[in-house]
């Protein structure tokens, strides 16, 4: 019963604590630029906003479109209950599996595009088009990652990945950091991020992400939101999970899991913090180099598994 | 079990066959109906088979003796063999229910009791294929097998481009059966038998046991799709009538994956490494290249035909991992990566089955296959919008779907190939394949998308699509069947996984392994990870009712007010919709060095100025490659050399008798030297 009220409350801790990693990055990439930037707090009051805001949905579109909002969600919440975070242990950790994670931000993603292309705006299309084509250059270079970080586990799943993580200590192997370069881009890329997607801009020819969300309004458009950013969370959970799952509460017990809390809450600002950094230090990429970016990516991942392999 | 199961579908789908061809007159309707019932019984009693016979009873045999000594037809069925029958029999059913309303359109123009008759021929013969018990058999009913499907396949003849695609699938198929023949001939010269039983327990010296191998695996890979051998398939399949494409994509193509099995399980000893590497390379290769064809094909489908040719280069990457840990002494992760070779083929079986039914009430109702024309289906057509849906979902390996399983199991041996492969060498291979398996996986999402969007959403882009009528009651019925298989399939990986499992226990040299890969009756897993399919997609409708909940409580009561789509201020029209083709260009710009798309940009300039243009031609296309690079110079030397021997074929009656009066005279020469 224990394990089960952990696995609950990491799952609620994600969900609620995904809009202020969000309006984190957002305030230190505008301390970065030089700008004031917006209230930390401010993602919360904009999906506070989109859910009393009445909806206006195209004609054109049909009920694929009005359901997706909620199988996104759907899928993203069931993967935020696979992902330990405060604790070693997560809700479902008996089928807490790697390729299960990786298939449901899939069918979350396979949703999205499909609402993309069915209001019959190009942008949507265009968007959803372009969202297909990035997750298919980088899925290769993210399953060969998460070989190479699964390895010393021999599992994929991720609750033993974050035990074997925790009991390895300091990292010392030039493996691990070429694993942790690749994976870096891999998470930049997945959360639709400078240099691959611009999550803050309006402009339509540019977008990705926000292409197929560009029809959708009132709650709809909140639960979008709000699934790409835990989604994001979960991402950047992933990273800490392989690569720092120092703190993490062996056990649901008293001080065990608020020092995990502590623990999740300053990996988090310094990942999030690291990718604000990113944001603001590159331009945006054409579509077309992509392919080189993900493309080192896997062969660093590649580079990370033959040298643990030799040693 | 006593054979009676399957021997009396054999027996009724012949009785259908027959009653479907001799009812003539008023009769005929009667004769057909009475056929359809006959297959579908038939079919029922062959999912039965699988079902008892994969629960582990002993082999049974029945023998009909020919004139010759060696034509002797003998039948067996075991737990192998018993869970392809399944699969026949479970997209077999769904087939003779769709053909019920499919076939209506050519009612008055076309023999349509030869094309039921025909489906009925093609199940027996599919069914024959699994259940032979020796090589005269097997043979005779791959052979059947191949004729039934080219006949079937050009069925409609009379459309440009038939029969030319049904002589490439019959070429085809006779250059594959000719490697069986002689691989079956190297194994009765060792075991001293036709019979299949005798030929388990030859003993092979290794070069043999190479030579047999390569000659089954080109055998089997010239059915299964394997490139560089599969040039007739993305042509075969697509002109088919779409009932009997999905049998032979679904179904027919896992003979060829039986057989293969059957040669490299229980004839063949465990081999060199090599043979599961090259049969990992062949797959991986036939996956990448089917899916990339599949994302640049506008014909709905060639496409589906293209994404079998992936689904089956997949199934070969488990085999291939099979053979790797066979070759490496470690029975139970072979068993492992069988299992999910296995258990691919019986999803694969029902979604490509299920979407080339769908592809064919949409050809039906909006009369054209091309992907960029029709659109909006889904709201003419909802039933077939919702079960497409769910091949489609299967196709691109979602969970909480059916396809999923099978993927889920093959990354597992893959990764058990990159954590403990017994070499390096093997484990970077196997990190490659894991590579390889996952830009497929990633593509397939994208071609599911790419199918059902642009069949089913957006803006109607014909008339015909705008008018478009539901397909009828027994169509629907028998997607519908299809579909709950793939979702049941999925949530509960029992069903196949199961029979798998069974069939693992009992397969030679595998024996005793089978505890690497365990089913319960909601999880499959084995090693260190298992997943629960279920309760994933527990977790999701809980996460959908969450969502409803929280943005009620949070937002309160809100409107939806219908509106127009954003198209920067222009009122939105079909053709400025995007289309299937611009959807995947992407993916054809950045592979362009393997796929070498051929584009041809015309414009037609005003004469008087250069700034103006009267209007753009554009055509775009991906050149069969294979074709032009392997096949075309292969034929080019053929004829050159037949070109050579042109002299002596002068066509004069007397050479060609003084050519046999030399050959006789240099026998007897030789008989007396000797």
Known sequence: MGEFLTGLAQLAVVVLIAPLVTGFIKKIKAILQGRQGPRILQPYYDLYKYMRKDAVVSRESSWIFTATPYVVFGATLAAAALVPVIARDSLLSFTGDLVLLIYLFALARFFITMAGVDTGSSFGAQGASREMFVSSLAEPALFVTLLAAALPAGTTNLSMIADRAAERGWPTSPAFYMMLVAFAILVIAETGRIPVDNPDTHLELTMIHEGPLLEYSGKALALLQWSAQIKQVLLFALLADFCFPWGMAVSAEWPALPAGLAAFAVKMAAIGAFAAFVEMSTAKMRLFKFPRLLGAALVLSFFALTAEYLM | ?674
């Not at chain 2, 490697?179 to 290794?206: D, K, V």
């Not at chain 2, 003419?380 to 919702?386: D, E, G, S």
């Not at chain 2, 019925?477 to 509960?492: K, P, Q, T, Y």
């Not at chain 2, 300039?605 to 074709?627: C, H, I, K, M, N």
């Open chain 2, 1 to 674: 079990m006593r054979l009676w199961l399957p021997g009396g579908a054999l027996a009724l789908f012949l009785a259908g066959a027959c009653a479907a061809l001799l009812f003539s007159g008023k009769a005929r309707t009667a004769g057909r109906r009475l056929a359809y019932v006959c297959s579908a019984v038939a079919c029922a009693a062959l999912i039965a088979t699988g079902a008892v016979g994969v629960s582990g009873e002993t082999a049974a045999v029945a023998r009909f003796r020919g004139a010759l000594p060696f034509t002797e037809i003998l039948l067996r069925v075991n737990d192998f063999s018993a869970f392809f029958l399944m699969i026949i029999g479970a997209v077999g059913l769904a087939a003779t229910i769709y053909s019920a309303g499919y076939v209506k359109q050519y009612e008055g123009h076309k023999s349509v009791p030869l094309l039921t008759a025909g489906m009925l021929l093609f199940l027996a013969a599919m069914a024959c294929v699994v259940m032979a018990g020796n090589v005269f058999t097997f043979l005779l009913a791959w052979e059947a097998m191949s004729v039934v499907s080219w006949l079937l396949a050009t069925y409609e003849h009379e459309r440009p481009g038939t029969q030319r695609a049904g002589f490439i699938y019959v070429v085809m198929t006779h250059i594959g059966t000719v490697f069986l023949t002689i691989a079956f001939f190297i194994l009765r010269h060792y075991s001293g038998s036709f019979e299949f039983a005798r030929m388990e327990q030859a003993s092979l010296p290794p070069s043999a046991q190479s030579l047999v191998f390569v000659l089954a695996l080109i055998g089997f890979g010239a059915k299964a799709g394997l490139v560089p051998l599969h040039i007739w398939l993305p042509r075969a399949h697509p002109v088919a009538p779409s009932h009997i494409s999905a049998l032979m994509s679904g179904v027919m193509l896992k003979t060829a994956v039986y057989g293969f099995l059957v040669f490299t399980l229980y004839f063949l000893q465990p081999g060199p490494l090599w043979w599961g590497l090259l049969v990992l390379a062949a797959g991986a290769n036939t996956a990448l290249f089917g899916v990339l064809h599949a994302l640049g094909e506008a014909d709905k489908k060639r496409m589906l035909a293209y994404s079998s040719i992936e689904n089956m280069g997949i199934l070969f990457m488990g085999i291939g991992a099979m053979l790797i840990f066979q070759a490496a002494g470690r029975p139970s992760a072979a068993a492992f990566a069988l299992a999910a070779a296995l258990v691919h083929a019986a999803n694969h079986a029902l979604f490509k089955g299920l979407l080339f039914m769908g592809a064919g009430a949409v050809l039906k109702a909006a009369g054209t296959s091309n992907m960029n024309l029709p659109g909006g289906l889904i709201r003419t057509m909802p039933w077939t919008a919702l079960f497409m849906l769910a091949g489609a979902l299967a196709m691109a390996a979602m969970p909480p779907f059916n396809g999923f399983v099978g993927e889920w199991l093959l990354f597992q041996s893959l990764f058990a190939l990159g954590f403990e492969g017994p070499t390096t060498a093997l484990r970077i291979a196997g990190a490659l394949a894991v590579a390889a398996l996952a830009l497929v996986g990633a593509l397939a999402a994208f071609l599911s998308v790419r199918l059902f969007a642009f069949t089913f959403l957006a803006l109607p882009r014909s008339e015909q699509a705008k008018e478009a009528k539901e397909a009828s009651l027994s169509m629907r019925v028998a997607m519908g069947l299809l579909a709950v298989g793939c979702l049941a399939a999925g949530l509960l990986p029992f069903v196949f996984a199961g029979s798998a499992q069974r069939v693992l226990e009992r397969i030679t040299g595998l024996a005793g392994a089978a505890p690497a890969f365990e089913v319960s009756p909601a999880a499959v897993g084995g090693g260190t990870s298992e997943i629960a399919p279920a309760a994933a997609a527990l977790l999701i409708l809980c996460g959908l009712a969450a969502a409803g909940l929280l943005t009620r409580l949070i937002g309160g009561r809100t409107r939806t007010v219908r509106g127009e789509t954003w198209n920067c201020g222009e009122p939105l029209e079909p053709r400025m919709t995007y289309t299937a083709g611009g959807f995947s260009k992407p993916v054809r710009v950045a592979f362009q060095r393997l796929l070498m798309p051929h584009r041809v940009l015309y414009v037609d300039r005003d004469p008087r100025t250069p700034y103006f243009a009267r209007g753009f031609t554009y055509a775009s296309e991906l050149p069969p490659l294979v074709e032009n690079l392997l096949y075309k110079p292969a034929m080019n030397l053929l004829v050159a050399g037949a070109r050579l021997f042109r002299g002596i074929q002068n066509g004069v009656v007397q050479s060609y008798l003084l050519y046999l009066l030399a050959t006789l005279v240099l026998i007897l020469v030789w008989r007396i030297w000797r």
